[in-house]
């Protein structure tokens, strides 16, 4: 947004509700700026001015006001760990509106598509979280001091991903599989 007047939070908050909930009601492809103004009460001209293409508006509605409080404590041991992080992630990922929202922005968005909301509400939170389960594992003798945070959060992000998405994996089994292979992974020299 540019120079002038502040959003509203009440109406900036009714859009990304409404957004939300269209989401999960019609899927990206069918979402459109006319019909969340219309959700939101709030006119088509306001959500075109806060939002320049509706993939902005889906990562903002998604990824700054919508995601869950990230697990931060680990009681170990490590599989038990990634069970419940990517658990958490699985759970977030399998919500009808994120499924749909994730879907389009695959689709939708390119290299130079803003997505807020993307790196504040939803990558550094679970970085922390993800550090915080390190931690832990080293400090109890059983991760490996030499991890990538990053690549492995992009790793276990990839994989959710495409398993939910792409060949519908049921959850239980991407969060068993997953937690496997990255306890292999981060205790492997």
Known sequence: M??????DPQRHEAVLAATRELLDERGYTALTFS???KRAGVTRQLV???WAVKASLV???????????WPTTFPG????????FVGAIVDY????DVRAGIAGLMADADADTALPGLVDGLLTPLRASLTALVDTGIRRGDTRTDID???TLNTIRGAVTMHLLADQTPP???????AQLMTWALTRP
């Open 59 to 69: 990562s903002e509605a998604l990824f700054a006001s919508a995601t869950p409080e």
């Open 35 to 37: 019909d969340v103004a």
């Open 172 to 178: 239980d089994v991407v969060v068993d599989h997953v």
């Open 77 to 84: 041991p490590l599989h038990t760990n990634l069970e419940i």
């Open 48 to 50: 075109y001015r806060w």
């Open 149 to 151: 945070i990053d690549l």
């Open 2 to 7: 540019g120079p002038g007047r502040r959003r």
């Open 93 to 96: 990922a399998c919500r009808p």
